[in-house]
């Protein structure tokens, strides 16, 4: 049976979200339905606020300044040149959350399939080397890659460590060992195998 | 971290979608704002696009026509006094789907986990033998209760059950066995049990 057009339509633009199926969106399709104009008013409206947001011309964090800036990268009492490279926004945010980091960032985006970069990852890199010849002479103090410990992760990892080490003074990544409040009975063995190498 | 307000209200207005939590909630704002301003429009404006959906004044189902009746309501050729108990639209839409449906439906809500039925529910039961009182003096030819076949489903068929059974000839429920495809041997006990008493 046919749907009315306009339910079909947001049924597939659902359908596009990540991680959201086309049965999912049909479900959520009827709940909108079912909770009524009100609330369809105020998501349709909440969406189109989402137009306001940018993102930051350094770091690609989104913002809503007048300016081109974050507010990380905005923020004077920050250490401009240590720039922590992280996959995905959400992976910023937890690791804002530490409050144990003081520099910078730089989103480079999703670890790349292909096992080369997109090209629109390659500005950014580039952005970022430009930033660090214009502002430091082409050596940052350190740049740290915050990629998942997974074998994408570190692949990606070694590609971004490769375009990135002529521009910075020391280059690292995240510590690897047992994870706080973990046992060592069931930690697997390459992260037992990291925590002893990296004992201390 | 503070997010700008405008992302925090998409946030918080996704997590109230079923079966979409916090986490994810934040990932497809970023998702969304990475699309960038056309695709927020179109999504923005494909939503809006359902307050012109409206309910079934009989069988509750969704629809965009001129009168108070869905297609399937409005349609003569199917039979007004054979009315299928569905709990949801998805379900209304799988049996649809089947082709081998030709009367009317009356869609009743979510199971009650209360074990009473909700406000809104009882009015739609109400309207219900308001029409067959006055269309068919007071007694359908016959109502089929198509819920799901769990303990859930099974209780509020009964529930159904009782307030329905005066006024239709005939009621009944969806058959239960072995599902096409499905083998014997991995059976469960209910399963089978149902196969062999519903032989036929």
Known sequence: MQLPQSVRNVIEALAQLPSIGPRQATRLAFYLIGRGKN??????????????????????????????????????????????????????????????????????????????????????LQSLKQFIEKEFAGQAQEIIIAFNPTSAGDFSAALIEKELKGFTKKISRLGRGLPTGGEIEFADDETLGSALERRG
Request: proline fraction near 1%; glycine fraction near 10%; include cysteine.
């Open 39 to 124: 609330y369809i008013q105020t998501l349709s409206s909440d969406l189109k606020g989402l137009e306001k947001v940018k993102l930051c011309e350094r770091c690609f964090f989104i913002h809503e300044n007048a300016g081109a800036l974050c507010d990380i990268c905005g923020n004077s009492a920050r250490k401009p040149d240590i720039i922590m490279v992280v996959e995905k926004e959400t992976d910023l945010l937890s690791l804002e959350n530490t409050g144990k980091f003081t520099g910078r960032y730089l989103i480079i985006g999703g670890n790349s399939k292909t096992g080369t970069l997109e090209e629109w990852q390659k500005l950014r």
